[in-house]
T-cell receptor, first 116, second 111 residues
Framework: GAVVSQHPSWVICKSGTSVKIECRSL??????MFWYRQFPKQSLMLMAT?????????EQGVEKDKFLINHASLTLSTLTVTSAHPEDSSFYIC????????????FGQGTRLTVV | GENVEQHPSTLSVQEGDSAVIKCTYS??????FPWYKQELGKGPQLIID?????GEKKDQRIAVTLNKTAKHFSLHITETQPEDSAVYFC??????????FGKGTMLLVSP
C-alpha cells in the first residue's frame, strides 16, 4: 500500500523553542495531507488540512499561529509547533490520501513531542 | 456533522477466540468505513475498509460487515493471536470530507 513517512519519530525540546515535523508521501503525490493530535488513550483529533500550494484549513480551536503548516510540494507537508510549551506535548500524526480516491488515508508513524 | 460511536472501549479475549468491535455512525450519506490498528507509539495502520455499496468484506482472519439501514458496521477478527493486541479505531467519511474516528477499542489477546 501507499507509504507515508513522518520525521522525527520523537523529539524533546525546551519551552519556548520551535519544532518542525515533516510528513512525506513516498510513492505517491498528495495534494492534501491531514495533521492529527492524539493524547494518551484517546482518539485522533484532526488539527488541520494541509493543501499543496495554498493555505491550510484549521479545525475550530486550533491556533494557526501556533501550529504552522506548510505544504510546499506534492510529497511534503510540515507542521511547526512554535514557542512550544509543556501542554503542547503530545503525539502528532499525519495522513495522506493516495491517488484520486480522496477517501482513503494512510498514516505516518507519528511524532512524540515532549516539551520540557 | 458525522458522529461515530465505538464499542467496547476494551476487549479481552483468549488466544484463538473471536473478537468483534462495533461502530455506529450518524450521517446516512457516509460511504466509506475504514478500520485502523494502532500499536503503542505508532501511527494507525489501515487493516480493512468497506464502501457503502458492499455489505461484507473479508481478508484472511479479518472481516468487516456494514448495515446501511441500521447505520452500523463491525470488525470481526477470528482465531485471535497475541500480536493482534492493539487499539483499533473505526472511522467514517462522506465523499471527500475528513475522517471521523471512533474513540477506539483496546484489544488484549491473552496466550
Amino acid at each position: 500500500g501507499a507509504v507515508v513517512s513522518q520525521h522525527p519519530s520523537w523529539v524533546i525540546c525546551k519551552s519556548g523553542t520551535s519544532v518542525k515535523i515533516e510528513c512525506r508521501s513516498l510513492d505517491f503525490q498528495a495534494t492534501t495531507m491531514f495533521w492529527y493530535r492524539q493524547f494518551p488513550k484517546q482518539s485522533l483529533m484532526l488539527m488541520a488540512t494541509s493543501n499543496e500550494g495554498s493555505k491550510a484549513t484549521y479545525e475550530q480551536g486550533v491556533e494557526k499561529d501556533k501550529f504552522l503548516i506548510n505544504h510546499a510540494s506534492l510529497t511534503l507537508s510540515t507542521l511547526t509547533v512554535t514557542s512550544a510549551h509543556p501542554e503542547d506535548s503530545s503525539f502528532y500524526i499525519c495522513s495522506a490520501p493516495p491517488g484520486s480516491v480522496a477517501t482513503e488515508a494512510f498514516f505516518g508513524q507519528g511524532t512524540r513531542l515532549t516539551v520540557v | 456533522g458525522e458522529n461515530v460511536e465505538q464499542h467496547p472501549s476494551t476487549l479481552s479475549v483468549q488466544e484463538g477466540d473471536s473478537a468483534v468491535i462495533k461502530c455506529t455512525y450518524s450521517d446516512s450519506a457516509s460511504n466509506y468505513f475504514p478500520w485502523y490498528k494502532q500499536e503503542l507509539g505508532k501511527g494507525p495502520q489501515l487493516i480493512i475498509d468497506i464502501r457503502s455499496n458492499v455489505g461484507e468484506k473479508k481478508d484472511q482472519r479479518i472481516a468487516v460487515t456494514l448495515n446501511k439501514t441500521a447505520k452500523h458496521f463491525s470488525l470481526h477478527i477470528t482465531e485471535t493471536q497475541p500480536e493482534d493486541s492493539a487499539v483499533y479505531f473505526c472511522a467514517a467519511i462522506r465523499g471527500y470530507s475528513t475522517l471521523t474516528f471512533g474513540k477506539g477499542t483496546m484489544l488484549l489477546v491473552s496466550p
